[in-house]
T-cell receptor
Framework: KAGVTQTPRYLIKTRGQQVTLSCSPI?????VSWYQQTPGQGLQFLFE???????NKGNFPGRFSGRQFSNSRSEMNVSTLELGDSALYLC??????????????FGPGTRLTVL | AQSVTQLGSHVSVSEGALVLLRCNYS??????LFWYVQYPNQGLQLLLK??????LVKGINGFEAEFKKSETSFHLTKPSAHMSDAAEYFC?????????????FGTGTKLQVIP
């Protein structure tokens, strides 16, 4: 089975711009979660989508949004970028049937740099 | 509220020596516990997962971890370190119900293997 793929792998944006990141989960997985990883804050949960619906949400401002398509692929959008949004954004997929106890499979991440 | 503490942000071992990475958790209910490894510019890969089936959990790449309720610990060990083990390791705790927004990740331990 192919693993979780994320595109692009690297992005450089300037403050005020917006960005869209893409994630393709493992075939058959219906849950896609997004995480932000920074040296200072570590791994922080952004949100989870399951069957095209946001099922869980972390404590991030509304500038961070996402969606999931019928083929389970997911996109994450960040509007009005700030310097503090520079991070590694990780996508993780799982079957989605056992909540937070399901094993998640992570993609390689998208490294976003905001200048 | 649950939490997880990883003692030692950096650990150095000689090649062939025992690897011991420490993780202590707090949880009001028996949790699920995970160890992940992250190589540079990569996502997280699951090493092993505790689900209360057995206190000694064997994972990939020769790693294992023992759940000790009395010590609220879930330390990761490997008898003989290999150069390829150099990476960052994350411990995570999840309650036995609820979504991924309830998973708490540790701050990570970077393992250096000295030839």
């Amino acid at each position: 089975k192919a693993g979780v793929t994320q595109t692009p792998r690297y992005l450089i944006k300037t403050r005020g711009q917006q960005v869209t990141l893409s994630c393709s989960p493992i075939s058959g997985h219906r849950s896609v979660s997004w995480y932000q990883q920074t040296p200072g804050q570590g791994l922080q949960f952004l949100f989870e989508y399951f069957s095209e619906t946001q099922r869980n949400k972390g404590n991030f401002p509304g500038r961070f949004s996402g969606r999931q398509f019928s083929n389970s692929r997911s996109e994450m959008n960040v509007s009005t970028l700030e310097l503090g949004d520079s991070a590694l954004y990780l996508c993780a997929s799982s079957p989605g049937l056992a909540g937070g106890q399901d094993t998640q499979y992570f993609g390689p991440g998208t490294r976003l740099t905001v200048l | 509220a649950q939490s997880v503490t990883q003692l030692g942000s950096h650990v150095s071992v000689s090649e062939g020596a025992l690897v011991l990475l420490r993780c202590n958790y707090s949880s009001s209910v028996p949790p699920y516990l995970f160890w992940y490894v992250q190589y540079p510019n990569q996502g997280l890969q699951l090493l092993l997962k505790y689900t209360s089936a057995a206190t000694l959990v064997k994972g990939i790449n020769g790693f294992e971890a023992e759940f000790k309720k009395s010590e609220t610990s879930f330390h990761l060990t490997k008898p003989s370190a290999h150069m390829s083990d150099a990476a960052e390791y994350f411990c995570a705790v999840s309650p036995n119900s609820g979504g991924y927004q309830k998973v708490t990740f540790g701050t990570g331990t970077k393992l250096q293997v000295i030839p």
